[in-house]
């Protein structure tokens, strides 16, 4: 199996439906009415995934639960041949930014990473993601727990939720802690807000990456200023199509982007809501593109360059991709 690096995954995203209908029904909570008749996760549009989504990550109150969530989560990766992960983490979910309950949670997650990985599974490392519609206050203290706990593990600061709430500029101050903190940066954008967003991210919060990213195809110099700047994209090409942005697989922008020179990735997002993985991604973007496995190890060694770890785990990625 070609092996894979995944730079954009939300960690509760990825938790298999029937997880977390396990966890709600030994906490006798009831989020039946996030499930369809088949068992999957069931949402109309984008602002109702994020409802589902959050209905989903309220059964998950523990470090304990996180560190079974993480578990599953990286089985599933390992599945597709993924041998790197970073994985959106948020003190919002875990500890309710409060830096000593976080300090427990992450503890959690990363020794059921570690557990993983010695078997092994993907390497996790994890970025920080305030929650966009959360607000500005409550962003800067999911960035503070960032920057207190900022090293090997928690190496980037993302941004994550509703696109539409307020502007990059609003969250400035996250970022500038965090890179302070030697925190990488990503944020997502160009999603459902248009190239003016990818533009304000990149402007404002001086990010290395952009969470999607895509719809900087609507304006070819904001294109052209990416491929020259060396900016990666954290394309999740399943997940656009599941949501609707665009209408099949062909049609989504990541082959014209990475023809004219952008440096593009490929990541699953939120795998079971959108009925993906890495695997069918990759598979996906074969067929609709005609992609080879040329292009595949060009995806992968960008993923890996661009991945915000130390550089010996980069230099046994790099090792583990062969040439
Ligand atoms: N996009 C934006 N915010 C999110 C997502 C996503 O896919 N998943 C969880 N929060
Ligand atoms: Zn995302």
Redesign the pocket.
């Known amino acids: 199996m070609t092996p894979k690096i995944e730079l954009h995954l939300?960690l509760?995203?990825a938790a298999p439906p029937a997880f977390i209908r396990g966890l709600a029904a030994e906490k006798h909570i009831d989020i039946s009415g996030i499930f369809d008749a088949q068992g999957h996760y069931s949402y109309t549009d984008?602002w109702h995934?994020?409802k589902v989504?959050e209905a989903a990550t309220s059964v998950l109150t523990s470090p304990e639960d996180y560190a079974r969530l993480t578990t599953a989560v990286l089985e599933e990766s390992a599945a597709s041949g993924v041998i790197y992960t970073e994985a959106?983490l948020s003190p919002d979910f875990c500890g309710g930014r409060d830096v000593a309950a976080w300090r427990d949670y992450l503890a959690a997650i990363r020794e059921a990473a570690a557990r993983v990985e010695a078997q092994g599974g993907p390497i996790l490392r994890a970025i920080v993601?305030p929650?966009?519609h959360f607000g500005p206050d409550k962003a800067r203290e999911a960035a503070l727990c960032a920057a207190e706990t900022a090293g090997e593990f928690v190496v980037g600061l993302g941004l994550?939720?509703?696109?539409k709430t307020g502007t990059p500029k609003d969250y400035a101050y996250s970022f500038d802690m965090a890179r302070e903190a030697g925190l990488h940066l990503t944020c997502?954008a160009g999603?459902w807000g248009g190239p003016e967003s990818v533009r304000d991210a990149l402007h404002d919060l001086r990010v290395e990456r952009i969470?999607?990213g895509v719809r900087a195809i609507e304006d070819l110099a904001l294109v052209d200023e990416l491929a020259e700047a060396g900016v990666v994209l954290e394309c999740?090409p399943g997940?656009n199509v599941a949501?609707g942005l665009y209408p099949d697989w062909r049609r989504h922008p990541i082959g014209k982007l990475y023809d004219r020179g952008v440096k593009v990735t490929v990541s699953t997002?939120?795998p079971p809501?959108f009925h993906t993985t890495m695997t069918r991604e990759f598979d996906r973007l074969a067929e609709a593109l005609d992609w080879d496995d040329g292009v595949f190890h060009t995806l992968n060694r960008t993923a890996a360059e661009a991945a915000f770890c130390d550089e010996g785990t980069r230099k046994r990625l790099i090792e583990r991709l062969g040439s």
């Open positions: 939300h509760e995203g984008f995934f994020l989504y959106f993601t929650i966009r994550a939720g509703d696109e997502h999603e969470g999607h999740c997940s949501l997002d939120d809501f």
